[in-house]
T-cell receptor, first 114, second 112 residues
Framework: EAGVAQSPRYKIIEKRQSVAFWCNPI?????LYWYQQILGQGPKLLIQ????????DSQLPKDRFSAERLKGVDSTLKIQPAKLEDSAVYLC????????????FGSGTRLTVV | GNSVTQMEGPVTLSEEAFLTINCTYT??????LFWYVQYPGEGLQLLLK?????DKGSNKGFEATYRKETTSFHLEKGSVQVSDSAVYFC???????????FGKGTSLLVTP
């Protein structure tokens, strides 16, 4: 089966600019996650969707980050305006249901804010 | 809250050496425990998991046992290979949403 697709692979922007990342999960996977991985740290959950509803966005900095999952399939994560500390790899993952632990991660988008 | 602590790296070993990467956790309830691996230039991959106390997860020669009494899930391999060089992440998940809490990762370098 095809994996979790993410684009772009790399992005460099200036601070205060906006940026968007796209994720296409594995077909049929109801649960989708966005994680932020800062260099030297483990991934941190930003938001979790079940179909097109939000399950957990408690760690999403809502003043600058937003995410949506239209029609319960693809998802976009947006940052506006970006700060230097947003430099990280943004990982998307999907699973068949929220409880079967069958996560598949995408390769991520590496964001550098200068 | 839930958290995972794993040993600092980098860990450098010679090929065929024994590997242990320590991982301890703090969680409410009864978490499931995981080891993920990230090879250079690749995405995170599930290495092994254990969903209840005393379970042993194993894969590709790696093993980890869920120890509730010591809140630990140490990763072991009897004989490492150069191809095992990667960053290893310990993680836990609880029933609340099943999202993963990761440790900071341990970098492993295996030399010939």
């Amino acid at each position: 089966e095809a994996g979790v697709a993410q684009s772009p692979r790399y992005k460099i922007i200036e601070k205060r600019q906006s940026v968007a990342f796209w994720c296409n999960p594995i077909s049929g996977h109801a649960t989708l996650y966005w994680y932020q991985q800062i260099l030297g740290q483990g991934p941190k959950l930003l938001i979790q969707f079940q179909n097109n509803g939000v399950v957990d966005d408690s760690q999403l900095p809502k003043d600058r980050f937003s995410a949506e999952r239209l029609k319960g399939v693809d998802s976009t994560l947006k940052i506006q305006p970006a700060k230097l500390e947003d430099s990280a790899v943004y990982l998307c993952a999907s699973s068949l249901t929220g409880g079967d632990y069958g996560y598949t991660f995408g390769s991520g988008t590496r964001l550098t804010v200068v | 809250g839930n958290s995972v602590t794993q040993m600092e790296g980098p860990v450098t070993l010679s090929e065929e050496a024994f590997l242990t990467i320590n991982c301890t956790y703090t969680a409410t309830g009864y978490p499931s425990l995981f080891w993920y691996v990230q090879y250079p230039g690749e995405g995170l991959q599930l290495l092994l998991k254990a969903t209840k106390a005393d379970d042993k997860g194993s894969n590709k020669g790696f093993e980890a046992t869920y120890r509730k009494e010591t809140t630990s899930f140490h990763l072991e391999k009897g004989s490492v290979q150069v191809s095992d060089s990667a960053v290893y992440f310990c993680a836990l998940s609880t029933n609340s949403g099943y999202a993963l809490n990761f440790g900071k990762g341990t970098s492993l370098l295996v030399t010939p």
